[in-house]
């Protein structure tokens, strides 16, 4: 498959397959994603000092996990016959769920954060080293995820070295979040590399799956490394509008260059699973949280 770049909704397995059902009027298998229990009340707290570009955040605290496990066979191999290597049984996991679901996710070491979690813009001369051993200097347009003492993480692009998963740690905070792309697009370019995460916000993210993913994240984590589980925090600002677009039969046919009836489009847009209503030839098709492509008709 080659994706044009306005198809962020088709970076995962389930996003293909999604595309897949609606194309071959298959029925979609759908992600088998529980509501986890909480065991322990341990939570953290966090702050969003900047809902303009995050306007959504759900994290929690896994605590006694055992590191010492290997990551199952199946999902090793699943990662390696995607070009990723093998970690440890979290990082694996979070790589795991992005390429399954799209959605990025990041796991830090408990021990090392000090005080609350904030999520903020950088500071002019700010400086954090990457997981990628890069040593950046901050701008004031880039946003961090940070504690009391220090940058955390690139958001929505990298995690930092200081506060990453170790075979030693123990307790872990996971962070499943949503950043808004503008605010993500451009930055690789600024940095000289991209990465799985910042190739998906920058396009758009399904921000109505956001808290599914992180209990399904949570349940992977806890079925494969044990560990008892937290209380899920939630900050939660202003989502994008999506707003609802008229689509005439006659422009459908105008561009498209075929002759479709209206129950034809009726039931493509059916398969696409897309909220819509119908009046006089005319469609009003409210677009899923996962297109962000949709925009005019």
């Given at each position: ?18 595309e ?13 994603m529980?509501?986890?229990s ?7 707290e ?14 929690r605290i ?19 016959r ?7 049984a ?21 021990a ?10 950088a ?11 890069s ?15 220090k940058?955390l993480a ?12 170790v ?13 808004i ?23 758009g993210?399904?921000?109505?799956a ?11 984590i806890?079925?494969?490394c044990?560990?008892?589980?937290g209380?899920?925090i ?7 509008e ?36 119908e009046?006089?030839?005319?469609f ?11 925009v005019?008709?």
């Open positions: 498959l080659s994706l044009t770049p306005n198809r962020a909704d088709c970076l995962s397995v389930y996003g293909v397959a999604r897949i059902s609606a194309i071959t009027d298959t029925p979609l298998a759908s992600l088998k529980s509501h986890v909480e065991e322990i009340p341990d939570t953290i966090v702050h969003v000092r900047a809902p303009d570009a995050c306007p959504l955040y759900y994290g896994i605590r006694g996990i055992n590191l010492n496990v290997d990551t199952p066979l199946w999902m090793k191999q699943r990662l390696e995607s070009g990723l290597r093998s970690i440890n979290v990082v694996d996991t979070t790589n795991y769920v992005l390429l399954e679901t799209g959605q990025p996710m990041h796991a830090f070491d408990l090392r954060l000090e005080g609350a979690i904030q999520v903020r813009y500071e002019a001369g700010e400086k954090i080293t990457l997981l990628n051993d040593a950046i200097v901050l701008t004031p347009d880039m946003l961090l995820i940070v504690d009391d003492r940058p690139l958001a929505g692009i990298m995690g930092g070295l200081e506060s990453a998963v075979s030693e740690t123990v307790d872990i905070f996971l962070e499943c979040a949503f950043f792309p503008n605010c993500i697009s451009g930055k690789s370019f600024t940095l000289g590399f991209s990465s799985d995460s910042a190739h998906r916000f920058e396009r993210v399904d921000f109505a956001t808290r599914s993913v992180l209990e399904y994240a949570t349940e992977l806890q079925s494969i044990g560990g008892k589980v209380s899920v939630e900050a939660k600002y202003q989502l994008p999506r707003r609802q677009i008229a689509v005439r039969s006659d422009r459908v046919r105008r561009v498209l260059g075929i002759s479709l009836t209206a129950e034809q489009i009726f039931e493509y847009f059916k398969r696409l699973q897309f909220v819509f209503s009046n006089d030839g005319v009003y098709v409210t677009p899923p949280s996962y297109r962000f492509d949709l005019i008709e």
